[in-house]
């Protein structure tokens, strides 16, 4: 039709070329102008020298060395660079992507000929820009601490790349955050959140024996360069309290805690990439592909009992070892059957919990189930692509129901079997348990919302997950007569059948007298009627998907289109 | 379904055959099949909720659609996203701009985006598309200190940028000024001549026929008419017009005899003329004028007038809002 060709030919932006990067460069110009920059830069300069200032003041007029002075201001330093790193960077990367939303101006965002890589690029380091100049602002302090407080650079170069990796990673969290989150000041809470939690309530999980939680945060790294940062008195004191500490294992493996780090960092990392890179290219696409969800799946049980199997032997995996370690007020601890019965219970909810996440992020929508049919119309197929969007996330979920329960078997026996609870076994059966357990909440959640869809399962979640629970907590409280029915009432939520089952089939559980008959009864029970709700969920899905394929391929194929103009 | 059927010995430019978009239970379009001939100013009309933007969005490569098939100058735009981002050249709705960017800026990132060569070479593209929106003047100022008809000068401006072959703009004209508004007009008609492709969504008829050389007009997700402004007027019924007829006496009795004809409605007399509603054909017109003048009637004028565009909108709206 127009007889010029078009001035503009394939354009390729390469992701790794920051600099040449058109998003960058247009943060680098609006967030970096002379005004906003200038007061941000003069803040940051006269707080970090005021830190670095005192301390070195304070060292100096007390009995401390020059070199100890010096250190005084390391760790606040650190502190101010976390702030700005992990806190402002992390909240205006949330914020500035919705803003773009909310003005509207990422429609324009989505079709420029850009890779998705080099967007997320863009926005990854470009957002937070004036934060990264912030940051650097602060560097000349903390070099010349180190210099002048004498840290070894095998100190100070693990704990500032641990530091960027961290920044990262949170960064990342905020660009998903932003992305997905449809209210600006949504995204800023929850990406503030995120960040909150991962810091505060996720590396406590690490203290009920999901030791891999704690690597999601700089602590680990952090802890074991304090001897070096701080000043010397200090340091040594460090040094002592780190030797109560267990080193990280992996398997059999020994790693540095930076190593491991950045290895657990990395694997998130790259699944955020791979999200963002998937919403960039389609806005209507799930975050992830099912085969990269059910092996995201797989790599966290690896890292989990990777984590936990070795520190089981020393006993560093027990709560209660922690507590001994830090005040020794038994002489011979050993971990109680509880405990373990807990660990256990432990992590098979989290497994179950992380399937369900995973379960909502793969299984289609009706829309998506419709435009895949539609798509295999004009393929001339009569079936939907078992990878694609739009095919059922049933046998993905049912996989990672399967992995879930052998990962949770694998710890619970290694758990019972060790040599604290000598002449205890887990039988096979109980992996059989584990699996029914499994599929019945996972697949009773995947087969719902994908059947009745995101209502049904918030209804379901209301009802059969927390309201029994919450009921059945209070008739617990009111008296000892109720334990038996509210045993039977907290059963009925899919959120304890991990708990319930620990208990009902370890032959290490010793249940209180008021439930240890009603407990296994309602564990059993449940899990049946779990298990046929389950199947005739299943066996609805498929019908409905069945008459969704019929309707959509009895559609008469449109006659071909204008492939080409004359 | 009512396909159109404009300028059959052109190839279209825009391609759509039997498209579908649903939200849910929602159906936001329903079986839209047209074509956009090339090189064509080309309105969408239609009330809010009638699907114009869905439709925008699925062109623009922004949405996938339940089904059907969406072609554009040759490119399938449901399988070949990157190579139809290319040749489109996208405006929305209310014609967003940052507010941290000047207007030079701004188009200034776009350019680097699109590729469009070194700085120089950018900045002076950048500088001809604001001379092409008479917009030269702003080149420093900030987007967000923008009157709204600027803005949507800027966002044109922006759109122009990388010389899209098919320009695909949603409500462009609203917020601007008739001056602005004129403007436009000649900007869009100048893309047309040069060989490209205008479609453009509006919900305010009178702004479109001023503007398109065809147009088609949507309700509720569905077609209910393209062509010409004189066909579309004519596939939405709305042949109703208000004749006047000014005698010189025997006024009563031309009432009477228009009272028998067909087609004739709501008649009265006010002063020397006789006014009333008539719903035929314009060769009924005639024969209706050649009847009462053959019946002895002795004229002084006739007068017509027809239902507006704003009144046909009325009309479509009101049947949106009770189906």
Redesign the interface.
């Known amino acids: 039709?127009?007889?010029?060709p078009?001035?503009?030919?394939?354009?390729r932006?390469a992701a790794w070329k920051i600099w040449a990067n058109?998003?960058f460069?247009?943060y680098c110009?609006?967030?970096l102008r002379p005004q906003g920059l200038g007061l941000a830069l003069l803040i940051t300069v006269i707080i970090a020298g005021f830190i670095v200032a005192m301390g070195s003041s304070l060292g100096v007029r007390g009995t401390m060395t020059t070199a100890d002075a010096a250190r005084n201001g390391i760790i606040p330093l650190l502190f101010v660079q976390g702030i700005i790193l992990f806190i402002l960077g992390t909240a205006q990367i949330a914020g500035g992507m919705t803003a773009?939303r909310d003005?509207?101006?990422i429609?324009?965002q989505?079709?420029?000929?850009?890779s998705p890589h080099a967007k997320v690029m863009g926005y990854l380091f470009g957002l937070p820009v004036r934060e990264y100049a912030m940051f650097l602002a602060t560097l000349p302090f903390t070099a010349w601490s180190m210099w002048r407080g004498q840290v070894a650079w095998n100190v100070w170069l693990p704990l500032y790349l641990i530091v960027m990796f961290s920044a990262l990673l949170y960064h990342f969290t905020g660009l998903l955050t932003g992305t997905v989150a449809r209210n600006r000041r949504w995204a800023f809470l929850l990406s503030i959140g995120l960040v909150f939690a991962l810091y505060t309530i996720i590396p406590q999980m690490a203290k009920f024996g999901l030791v891999f939680f704690k690597y999601l945060t700089i602590s680990p790294v952090f802890e074991e360069s304090l001897p070096g940062i701080l000043p010397s008195s200090a340091g040594a004191v460090a040094r002592a309290a780190q030797r109560l500490l267990p080193t990280v294992k992996f398997f059999n493996l020994d790693f540095s805690e930076s190593v491991f780090t950045v290895f657990s960092q990395g694997g998130l990392i790259l699944t955020f990439i791979v999200m963002l890179c998937r919403k960039w290219r389609?806005?209507?696409a799930h975050l992830l592909g099912k085969p990269w969800a059910a092996g995201f799946f797989v790599w966290i049980q690896i890292l989990l009992l990777g984590n936990a199997l070795p520190l089981i032997g020393p006993g560093d995996l027990f709560p209660s070892h922690g507590l001994y370690r830090m005040v020794r007020v038994m002489p011979d601890w050993a971990p109680t059957r509880d405990e373990a019965v807990l660990l256990s219970g432990i992590y098979g909810f989290v497994t179950l919990a992380l399937m369900l996440v995973l379960a909502t992020i793969i299984t289609p929508t009706?829309?998506n189930q419709?435009?895949g049919?539609?798509r295999a119309?004009?393929q001339g197929v009569s079936t939907l692509p078992h990878l694609a969007d739009a095919a059922t996330g049933f046998w993905f979920v049912l996989v990672m129901a399967v992995a879930g329960a052998v990962g949770w078997f694998l710890f619970t026996r290694a758990l019972v079997e060790s040599s604290w609870f000598p002449g205890h076994q887990v039988p096979l059966t109980v992996l059989g348990y584990f699996t029914a357990v499994m599929v019945a909440a996972g697949l009773g959640y995947q087969t719902l919302l994908e059947s009745k869809g995101g209502h049904a399962v918030s209804l379901a979640i209301i009802f059969v997950g927390v309201v029994p629970v919450l009921v059945g907590s209070v008739l617990s409280v009111i008296s000892d007569r109720f334990a038996p029915t509210a045993t039977w009432l907290i059963g009925m939520s899919p959120a304890s059948m991990p708990f319930y089952a620990s208990g009902s089939l370890l032959s290490i559980a010793e249940l209180p007298t008021q439930v240890s008959r009603a407990m296994p009864r309602a564990f059993t029970f449940w899990l049946l009627v779990f298990l046929l709700v389950t199947a005739w969920l299943a066996a609805k899905l498929l019908a409905k998907r069945k008459a969704m394929a019929h309707h959509?391929l009895a559609?008469p194929q449109?006659?071909p289109?204008?492939?080409?103009?004359? | 379904m009512i396909t159109s059927s404009l300028s059959e010995s052109r190839a279209p430019a825009i391609d759509i055959r039997c498209l579908r978009v649903d939200y849910g239970d929602f159906m936001a379009v329903d079986d839209l099949t047209l074509a956009v001939p090339a090189g064509e100013v080309f309105g969408l009309v239609g009330p809010n909720g009638a699907g114009k933007t869905s439709t925008f969005r699925i062109l623009t490569t922004l949405m996938e659609p339940t089904y059907g098939e969406v072609v554009i100058d040759g490119v399938d735009v449901l399988e070949n996203m990157e190579d139809a981002r290319r040749i489109i050249g996208y405006m929305p709705d209310l014609a967003p701009v940052p507010s941290d960017l000047k207007v030079w800026e701004f188009l200034d990132f776009h350019a680097d985006a699109y590729g469009l060569g070194n700085r120089q070479q950018r900045r002076q593209r950048a500088a001809e598309c604001l001379e092409e929106v008479a917009l030269t003047g702003q080149r420093d100022c900030w987007c967000k200190e923008l009157s709204r008809g600027q803005t949507q000068r800027v966002v044109l401006a922006k759109t122009l940028l990388h010389r899209p072959r098919v320009l695909i703009l949603d409500e462009p004209a609203s917020g601007l000024d008739p001056l602005a508004r004129r403007d436009l007009r000649h900007a869009l008609r100048k893309l047309a001549d040069a060989g490209n492709t205008v479609f453009i969504s509006s919900h305010i008829l009178s702004e479109l026929a001023e503007m398109c050389s065809s147009l088609c007009v949507m309700n509720r997700g569905r077609l209910l008419a393209s062509g010409t402004v004189d066909q579309v007027r004519h596939q939405l019924g709305s042949t109703d017009r208000v004749l006047t007829a000014t005698v010189l006496a025997r006024q009563q009795e031309a009432a009477e005899w228009l009272a028998c004809q067909p087609a004739v409605h709501d008649l009265r007399l006010a002063d020397h003329k006789v006014v009333f509603g008539f719903t035929g054909t314009d060769d009924a017109q005639a024969d209706l004028l050649d009847g009462l003048i053959r019946h002895g009637i002795r004229l002084r004028a006739f007068e017509e007038k027809r239902s507006s565009f704003e009144d046909i909108l009325v009309e479509v709206a009101e049947s949106n809002r009770h189906p």
């Open positions: 039709m127009n007889p010029e078009p001035i503009n030919p394939p354009v932006h058109p998003i460069r247009r110009q609006s967030r773009e003005e509207g101006v429609d324009y989505r079709l420029i000929p850009m389609r806005a209507e009706a829309d419709l435009r049919w539609r119309r004009k959509m559609i449109v006659g289109v204008t492939q080409d103009p004359p």
